[in-house]
């Protein structure tokens, strides 16, 4: 069984009228503070370590991601008792923020993290992946 997890940027998809990746689930994180109005937050993104110290030190944040990895196990649990599932089976987490940079990164990450570290307590070996769809669009572009 694959289970992914995938960040994404509101803005390059539903704002724009476009389909955004697939998914099975989907959390929006544009309600919580964002570090792109943080002037010495702004150029990082969500696996930069100030993000991390910026987003640990919000009992919001943390709250939040705690009840979305918690609710992440239980489908993942119930997904891989599924008789009718096989090991081609997948299912997709989708995290969106506005950018794709900040918010998702960091949450998509961190329920992968604690996901892929406690993967043996399910009844079905279980493949995690993670990927930050938008991010590469804040990356400086190489010289050609």
């Known amino acids: ?12 998809y539903e704002e724009q009228n476009i389909a955004p990746p697939n998914y ?10 964002n570090p792109f109005w943080v002037p010495e937050l702004k150029e990082y993104n969500g696996l930069d370590p100030e993000i991390h110290e910026y987003f640990s030190k ?3 944040i943390q709250s939040r991601l705690s ?8 489908f993942i649990e119930d ?3 599924n008789e009718h599932k096989n090991e081609d089976s997948e299912l997709v987490f989708a995290f969106k923020c506005t950018g794709g940079k900040h918010r ?21 070996s279980i493949d995690c992946m993670v990927e930050h ?4 669009k804040y990356l400086p572009k190489a010289n050609t």
């Open 1 to 12: 069984m694959r289970i992914k997890f995938i960040s994404y940027g509101h803005k390059f």
């Open 24 to 33: 099975d689930f989907l959390f929006s994180l544009r309600d919580l503070k």
């Open 58 to 60: 919000d009992e919001n």
């Open 67 to 74: 009840k979305i990895c918690e609710i992440i196990r239980d």
């Open 79 to 81: 997904f891989s008792n």
């Open 104 to 124: 998702s990164v960091y949450f998509a990450q961190k329920c992968f993290e604690q996901i892929q570290e406690t993967k043996a307590q399910f009844s079905r």
């Open 133 to 136: 769809v938008d991010l590469s």
